[in-house]
C-alpha cells in the first residue's frame, strides 16, 4: 500500500535509544533520493524532523538524527522523553511514479 | 515566518465536491511548490498532487488524476484543492504544505478535516 516500508510500532523506556527504520527500493531511496522524516503528534498536523537524510531544521533537539544506506533509511531517538511520543513518517521521491511517496508510518510508544 | 492557514471543517453528501483553500500568511508563495497531503482516519500520508502558484500549472498523483483540481492565486497567495465525487472513503483530513524538494516538505496546514456521509 505504502511505497516505502515502516515498522508499524516501537517503543522504548524513558532515557532509552530508538531507531525506525524505514526501506525503499532503487527508484526512490536508493537512487538516490533524499530521506525527509516527519513527527505527527496525534490531533496535530505534520511536522518536519529530518530533512536531506540527515540534517535537523532549526529547533529539532540533537536527540534526534537521521541516516540513509543503499535502499533504506533510519531516524534514531536517544534521551526518550514523553514528548516524543507520536507518529513518524519518512518520505522520500519515486523515479518510476513521478513524485512524492510516503512510509505508512510508526507508532512511538515511550513506556 | 511562513505560515498556511486552511479553510474550516466540511462536511459533504456522497457524490457531491469540497473544495478546500489554502492560504500563505507572514510571506508569500514566491517560486515555491505547494503540495496536497490527505490522510484518512488512523492511516498515513498520501500525496494528491502539487502546484507551482507562479506558473500555475498542477500535477496529480494517479490516485487522485481526474477527481482532484488543484489551483492556485497568486495574486492572494492563497491555493485551492477541489475533490469531486465524494464517497465515503474521502472522509479525511487534508493538509496543504510547501514542498521544498530536498528541504523535505515544510511547514504545514493545521489541515482541513472533510466528513462524507448522507
Known amino acids: 500500500q505504502y511505497v516505502l516500508t515502516q515498522t508499524p510500532s516501537v517503543s522504548g523506556a524513558p532515557g532509552q535509544r530508538v531507531t525506525i527504520s524505514c526501506t525503499g527500493s532503487?527508484?526512490?531511496?536508493?537512487?538516490?533520493?533524499?530521506v525527509h522524516w516527519y513527527q505527527q503528534v496525534p490531533g496535530t498536523a505534520p511536522k518536519l524532523l529530518i530533512y536531506?537524510?540527515?540534517n535537523r531544521p532549526s529547533g529539532v533537539p540533537d536527540r534526534f538524527s537521521g541516516s540513509k544506506s543503499g535502499t533504506s533509511a533510519s531516524l534514531a531517538i536517544t534521551g526518550l522523553q514523553a514528548e516524543d511520543e507520536a507518529d513518524y513518517y519518512c518520505?522520500?521521491?519515486?523515479?518510476?511514479?513521478?513524485?512524492?511517496?510516503f512510509g505508512g508510518g510508526t507508532k512511538l510508544t515511550v513506556l | 515566518q511562513l505560515q498556511l492557514v486552511q479553510s474550516g471543517a466540511e462536511v459533504k453528501r456522497p457524490g457531491s465536491s469540497v473544495k478546500v483553500s489554502c492560504k500563505a500568511s507572514?510571506?508569500?508563495?514566491?517560486?515555491?511548490?505547494i503540495m496536497w497531503v490527505r490522510q484518512a482516519p488512523g492511516q498515513g500520508l498520501e500525496c494528491m498532487g502539487r502546484?507551482?502558484?507562479?506558473?500555475?500549472?498542477?500535477d496529480y498523483s494517479q490516485n487522485f488524476q481526474g477527481r482532484v483540481t488543484i489551483t492556485a492565486d497568486k495574486s492572494t497567495s492563497t491555493a485551492y484543492m477541489e475533490l469531486s465525487s465524494l464517497r465515503s472513503e474521502d472522509t479525511a483530513m487534508y493538509y496543504c504544505?510547501?514542498?521544498?524538494?530536498?528541504?523535505?516538505?515544510?511547514?504545514w496546514g493545521q489541515g482541513t478535516l472533510v466528513t462524507v456521509s448522507s
Open positions: 504544505t510547501r514542498d521544498l524538494a530536498d528541504h523535505g516538505l515544510d511547514p
Open positions: 507572514g510571506g508569500t508563495f514566491r517560486g515555491y511548490t
Open positions: 502546484i507551482i502558484p507562479i506558473i500555475g500549472v498542477p
Open positions: 532503487s527508484s526512490n531511496i536508493g537512487a538516490p533520493h533524499d
Open positions: 536531506g537524510n540527515s
Open positions: 518520505q522520500s521521491y519515486d523515479s518510476s511514479l513521478g513524485g512524492v511517496v
